[in-house]
């Protein structure tokens, strides 16, 4: 189901969808090019993620201008409602104060501001933005060590992850962890659907152990899959799907670019960290050289850099989230899930992917449908889950109307009898006719 927000033509939005998959599929090939130059794959990831930092910094910077200014405007029509006086040098103190405690004051927490909301959910952006960085750590680290099918097919394991994590805290709540708070149980479609899923991971296995055990083929081909690989990419599956949970509250309410811009600066720094941490390919501040922190500025390794940073990081992953206002995200999750496809042909035709085994073929058939099932099952779980919610508050305020308690304090009118109406706070309402007595 596609969202009803009136937005760009159906041509704009799919032509759209198929650039985003299409960049973001050909990462891995750039990807493979930079580690074989001798860049480490951890240091590569950082350059990506640090160019698209500083391509996100102008629209970071307007979208937050703007929001400032609106919450401004929503401060000052509270002030005038409420007949608070302020004056005007004491206004941007005012905002100040809110902003950076999180709170305002005299009960108006029901603003809805995003500033201070937005600052209050930082240290939880930053965390999100961490395990993004792993994720493009460890997937690069993949790419460098497996063939670019599996890579690509075992990180998009996230759907099937999150299903098993659920899974795991929901019994643990059940046994004794109050703690986890409240935790819905995945459906029985979506636990199916991740159990065929795995086993298609385990079928494509079975080329690893065909290429480890030839000699042969190892020295003559390049990005034969490898347990090692497999195993780096599955962790950058792990690790985007904490960012997902993490950050799922806040993409909901917050503008795009202003939530974007803190979690890539925040990966870019932690896949950093990795890279000045890896030893087998230690990585130097000083220079401009392959395994330098600023070699991304290179006029050699430049052009690498700024592509990923602006087509699979902006035309890619930024698309799919502006996407999810106008399309439904069972479409954006199956553009995703693409990428495998899509890279695997786009590394066969640079030369860099031979034609996949039969395990890899089947195994990857069985987990990418297996993914689509249980995202598929996911939207529709969570359609029922707002369906259910919406009602939930509509039974709420109904039950609120009816409860309310009102007066009425009744006096003599030639029409009838005078009542002036009040609400449980003694508030007077209005004044009616009635022909009765008691509460109304």
Not at 25 to 47: H, I, K, R, Y
Not at 58 to 81: C, G, M
Not at 234 to 244: E, H, T, W
Not at 366 to 372: A, K, M, P, Q, T
């Amino acid at each position: 189901m596609g969202s009803d927000v009136a937005g760009p033509s159906p041509l704009v939005l799919w032509s759209a969808l198929f650039v985003g998959a299409l960049t973001c599929s050909s990462a891995g090939v750039v990807f493979d090019e930079l580690t074989s130059q001798g860049v480490p794959p951890f240091l590569a990831a950082s350059w990506r993620l640090w160019c698209q930092s500083i391509i996100l910094i102008i629209p970071f910077v307007l979208t937050y201008q703007e929001v400032k200014r609106n919450d401004a405007e929503i401060i000052k029509h509270w002030i005038t409602s409420s007949e608070l006086t302020l004056a005007e040098n004491e206004l941007d103190e005012y905002m100040r104060l809110s902003a950076s405690t999180g709170n305002l004051r005299n009960n108006v927490d029901d603003l809805a501001l995003i500033i201070p909301r937005f600052y209050s959910a930082l240290p939880l952006m930053i965390c999100s933005g961490m395990f993004l960085g792993i994720h493009f750590s460890s997937w690069v680290y993949s790419v460098q060590t497996t063939s670019l099918a599996h890579s690509l097919t075992w990180v998009s394991m996230g759907p099937i992850i999150i299903c098993w994590g659920q899974w795991i805290l929901y019994i643990c709540r059940s046994l004794c962890c109050s703690i986890f708070g409240n935790v819905k149980r995945p459906s029985w479609k979506e636990t199916l659907g991740s159990i065929v899923g795995l086993s298609g991971a385990i079928m494509m296995l079975g080329d690893v152990a065909k290429f480890s055990s030839s000699p042969t083929a190892q020295a003559s081909l390049q990005h034969e899959p490898t347990m090692k690989g497999d195993l780096a990419a599955f962790v950058g599956a792990f690790a985007v799907s904490i960012y997902l949970v993490i950050g799922r509250n806040c993409r909901s309410w917050m503008p795009l670019w202003l939530y974007i811009f803190p979690v890539v600066v925040s990966s870019a720094l932690s896949s950093l960290i990795l890279a000045l941490f890896d030893s087998e390919q230690p990585t130097q501040w000083s220079g401009l050289s392959q395994t330098s922190v600023f070699g991304f500025l290179n006029v050699h390794y430049l052009p690498y850099a700024m592509y990923l940073g602006i087509g699979p990081g902006i035309a890619g992953h930024t698309v799919f989230n502006a996407l999810l206002k106008y399309m439904s995200p069972l479409i954006i999750s199956t553009a995703m899930l693409s990428e495998p496809l899509f890279g695997s042909v786009l590394g066969y035709i640079c030369g860099m992917q031979q034609i996949p085994g039969l395990w890899t073929l089947l195994g990857g058939i069985v987990l990418l449908v297996s993914l689509f099932f249980v995202s598929y099952n996911k939207e529709e779980e969570d359609e029922r889950d707002s369906d259910q919610d919406n009602l939930l508050e509509r039974t709420e305020r109904q039950n609120e109307f009816s409860d309310k308690q009102m007066t009425a304090a009744v006096g003599d009118d030639s029409s009838g009898m005078m009542a002036t109406v009040f609400d449980k706070d003694d508030v007077p309402l209005k004044k009616e006719t009635i022909h009765g007595y008691g509460t109304i």
